[in-house]
Every structure is written in C-alpha cells, then in structure tokens.
C-alpha cells in the first residue's frame, strides 16, 4: 500500500513559478512508476507527465512541455513537479499517481485507469 500526499500548491500570478511536491509512504516507492494529473473545474483529469521508477525516462503533455519538469528522489520517497511561466490555464487541482509498473509507455503513462494509487491534490491557481 503507498500513501501520496500532495504540497506546494498556491496562487501565482502569470509566469511564475511554483513547486510541487508529492510525499510517498511505503518502501516499494522506489518500484513505482510515478505521474502527475490535474484537473480543472468541469474538466477532465488530465495528463501533466510522468516518469520511470529510476527517473531515466520522462513523459510530458504537449502543453506543458519545455516549461515543467518532473523528477523523484528515491532516497527521499519524493516527486517533484517543477512549474515555470504558469498560465491561466494551467489553473487545476494537481493531483500525483503512482503506478506498480516501473516504466509505462506514453500511451499507458498517459491513461490514468494505469495508476493504483492517487494523493488528494493540491490547487494550483494563476492569475492573470
């Protein structure tokens, strides 16, 4: 069983930048391949991006891509979410995943019926 728990959520005005956190229980974390969603009022959880239980491999949506970056400490049972020139429209509840598969293809990183477990979220909110 793994416990996920979300931080570093706030408000931000246009780009800026912020960092989220996503805290792991369980010492098969470093076993799991890793993502994070989000998703906005009325909407859909979508995608954000993903990465394999060493960190080797990374997926981005194309909306975010060259302007977030994610990554893990293993050592620390942690992911990361690093968030620059944030817009409006990134304005969504992040929410992080973890999957018993230690590497998923972008097609099943992207799906998130792949991921076992979920933290509750945290809201990003970017003015404008």
């Known amino acids: 069983q793994v416990q996920l728990v979300e931080s570093g959520g706030g408000l931000v005005q246009a780009g800026g930048s912020l960092r989220l956190s996503c805290a792991a229980s369980g010492r098969t974390f470093v076993t799991y391949g890793m993502g994070w969603f989000r998703q906005a009022p009325g909407e859909e959880r979508e995608f954000v991006a993903a990465i394999s239980w060493s960190g080797g491999t990374t997926y981005y949506a194309d909306s975010v891509k060259g302007r977030f970056a994610i990554s893990r400490e293993n050592a620390e049972n942690t992911m990361y979410l690093q968030m620059n020139s944030l817009k409006p429209e990134d304005t969504a509840v992040y929410y992080c995943?973890?999957?018993?598969?230690?590497?998923?293809?972008?097609?099943?990183?992207?799906?998130?019926?792949?991921?076992?477990?979920w933290g509750q979220g945290t809201q990003v909110t970017v003015s404008s």
């Open positions: 995943a973890a999957t018993r598969v230690p590497r998923l293809d972008i097609s099943q990183a992207m799906n998130p019926m792949r991921y076992n477990y």
